[in-house]
């Protein structure tokens, strides 16, 4: 069975301070691992997925295989990062893509 | 253009009542998936459709609940009988190309049902 965990429901940080949301999971094949975000009356959006290895918005994550973990990561947190971010997992494509997703970080940075 | 469209925005049901919450996935979107939100958690899995085939309805929870999508574009979801558990946000997802295609998923804005 896929499984994903995001053990902080709520992480507070100041603007300026180096954020980590940590995302760890289980899945026995291949996966494809993505973050997605929620903004405040907004749909959930796709910010950033493993593959692409991209930066998105200051943000990124690194899939370590080793410890399951795809924790993501910015330097520099803006007041404008406030929000929920999930962390997703897709398996095989027998699965039809179909995602599992964590419970969510609620991000808040203060000012 | 576009993004994914749910309607309606809000449902207040009695137990008991059936609902039918209805998805406009992206033009031309072939895969389409249901997910259920319930308050606090991550969204959950329901069932998935690739074009007017439903390939997988795993997650669906119990027999109450009832998904189509007859012509490969719009998609409703009906819960029958409905009990106060079943109250949550309902997530309409799609994205462009099939398996083994690992493409993103464009979300709506989702339906939010409460059961009374």
């Known amino acids: 069975a896929q499984r994903v965990t995001q053990p902080e429901k709520l992480l507070s940080v100041f603007k300026g301070a180096p954020v980590e949301l940590k995302c760890n999971y289980s899945?026995?094949?291949?996966?494809?691992l993505f973050w997605y975000v929620q903004y405040s009356r907004q749909r959930l959006q796709l910010l950033l997925r493993h593959i692409s290895r991209e930066s998105i918005k200051g943000f990124t994550a690194d899939l370590n295989k080793g410890e399951t973990s795809f924790h993501l990561k910015k330097p520099f947190a803006q007041e404008e990062d406030s929000a929920m971010y999930y962390c997703a997992l897709s398996g095989l494509p027998g699965g039809g893509n179909k995602l599992t997703f964590g419970t969510g970080t609620q991000l808040k940075v203060e000012l | 253009g576009a993004g994914v469209s749910q309607s309606p925005r809000y449902k207040v049901a009695k137990r008991g009542q059936d609902v039918a919450l209805r998805c406009d996935p992206i033009s031309g979107h072939v895969s389409l998936f249901w997910y259920q939100q319930a308050l606090g958690q991550g969204p959950e899995f329901l069932t998935y459709?690739?074009?007017?085939?439903?390939?997988?309805k795993s997650g669906l929870p119990s027999d109450r609940f009832f998904a189509e999508r007859p012509e490969g574009s719009v998609s409703t979801l009906k819960i029958q009988r409905t009990q106060q558990e079943d109250s949550a946000v309902y997530l309409c997802a799609s994205s462009f190309r099939r398996p083994p295609h690992r493409e993103t998923q464009y979300f709506g804005p989702g339906t939010r049902l409460l059961v009374l």
């Open positions: 899945y026995s094949g291949s996966p494809e």
């Open positions: 459709f690739q074009n007017e085939a439903q390939l997988d």
